[in-house]
């Protein structure tokens, strides 16, 4: 890995700063008369990560869409920063969302634009100043450690590449909300690590409030457990067996909360389903 | 599927079709606006297409003269081919011709890109990064699909014309007669006719294209369905929609 970096400033929160970064309220939402989401209620404060885990179909990336404006629930609130995102016209969405870095589960990459006009999307929509563009797509790619494949396109990476492109470019405005739908989907064990490494790596140095969906639970395991350390550039195992506190897992179950608490909770829970699920 | 249903389904399609067909125009007032993309989609469907208008006007004209001059033979009339080839060219089959070809290449090109982008998240990671789909990737290509058919419009009536005298002139008529009837057969309501019908056809190619490419759903499969669906919804809208208008040229100018 690189040698140590400075930590910028990361992008301040909007609305309420005591609110909690991301509050569901009640919130509902089904599909051609089939529910997918039903009365589902959390909240993230600011520098805590929630790792929605569940079975496939469970809804889960649905709730990161809801969580980004990208979908309107059918019933109940989802706040950030404290508003109420379905009464803001789809301009303040779109300025809010400038505060919100979202990695979906494909990458989602423009497969037009090289890997440079990828990350700078954002910023060249604020046309901002080239050279001040520049600057930051090379650190954003630093930070995913793809700097040498500023020029390519997205079909020249590989599945792993494309998905650290894809957090460079969620990351460039250090956002403080972000949304992670399976990052390491359909990856092997070892991109997988890096992928995990890199989220990790955002949450500590930058301390930035996450939603992470995914359907591995080791990756949950690593990240409750581990830390990124700034010093080593690596993530080590948290001492004497502790777990992040910032850190709160949510099963899904059949468009419901089955269970939501720390790693701990988790493995001492008695409810069969949860059980069942860690087996 | 019950008929209830289904007609649920056909009013929401309308609904949903005149929604983005309207925030498409109104975004032309709005910014940001997306000039770059205006040139390129100009560029692309405009400059992209002078190929085959060429081809379609050119031959267009020429099986118009062959068949009218044939048949304009036996009353003797054979000398008025170049009024019939240019009227019928700028009047109808011109903007018609153009239209469909046009609607057959970008309409289908509109819903299988912005289709896959669809499936592929890549509209949704637009949002999320802040960008209004709508702006960037619909209102420039309606807009520079109005304007270009205009252009490939007139292309498309010069050569059908051209083509027409090609034919003529092989057939024993004068060529410098062709070219006079052509000219002098023209009434202020014929060009206006044949040069209102591309901007309403354009609008329907567009806005369809990027309706159908928009609405995806359903992987590759569903962006097969989008294009298939584009072409042919674009095309039949513009047939009639080139019905209403001449009716409505007739009914105000007699012609």
Known sequence: ?279 | MEIGEFLREKVLAVQEYSILAWTAMINVFRRPFYWVDLYTQADLIGVGSVPIVILTGFFTGGVLALNSATTLAQFGAKAVTGELVSLSMIKELGPVLTGLMVSGRNASGMASELGSMQVTEQIDAMRALGTDPLKKLVTPRVLSTIIMLVFLTIISDGLGTLGGGWISSTMGIDLSQYFHMAYQSLRYPDVLEGLVKPLLFGFIIATVGCYFGMSTRGGTQGVGRSTTQAVVVSSVLIIFSDFLISQVTIGLFGR
């Open chain 1, 1 to 279: 890995m690189s040698t140590t970096e400075t930590v910028p400033t990361p992008g301040g929160p909007i609305g309420d700063p005591n609110a909690p970064v991301v509050s569901f309220e009640h919130v509902s939402i089904g599909f051609d008369g089939h529910s997918v989401l039903l009365n589902i209620s959390f909240q993230a404060r600011s520098g805590e990560m929630v790792i929605i885990l569940g079975p496939a179909g469970g809804g889960k990336s649905i709730l990161l869409k809801l969580a980004n404006g990208l979908l309107p629930p059918d019933a109940g609130r989802v706040l950030l920063f404290g508003r109420d995102i379905n009464k803001l016209t789809q301009a303040e969405m779109f300025d809010f969302r400038s505060h919100i870095g979202m990695v979906f589960q494909e990458s989602a990459l423009f497969d037009s634009l090289s890997v440079r006009d990828n990350v700078a999307y954002r910023l060249m929509e604020e046309h901002d100043n080239p050279e001040d563009v520049n600057r930051r797509v090379i650190e954003s790619l630093k930070f995913v450690e793809l700097e040498h494949a500023i020029d390519k396109f997205p079909d020249e990476l590989s599945g792993g590449m494309r998905r650290r492109v894809a957090i460079a470019r969620a990351i460039i405005t250090q956002p403080s909300l972000l949304l992670y739908d399976s990052p390491t989907g359909g990856l092997d064990p070892i991109t997988s690590t890096t992928i995990i490494e890199l989220v990790m790596k955002q949450r500590d140095v930058y301390e930035s409030t996450a939603l992470l969906v995914t359907h591995r639970l080791q990756d949950a395991f690593t990240l409750a457990t581990h830390r990124f350390n700034m010093k080593t550039n690596q993530m080590e195992r948290i001492e004497n067996d502790g777990v992040d506190p910032n850190t709160t897992l949510m099963i899904l179950k059949e468009g419901h909360i089955a269970f939501t608490g720390s790693l701990v909770d988790l493995l001492r829970s008695k409810d069969p389903y949860i059980q069942e699920y860690l087996a």
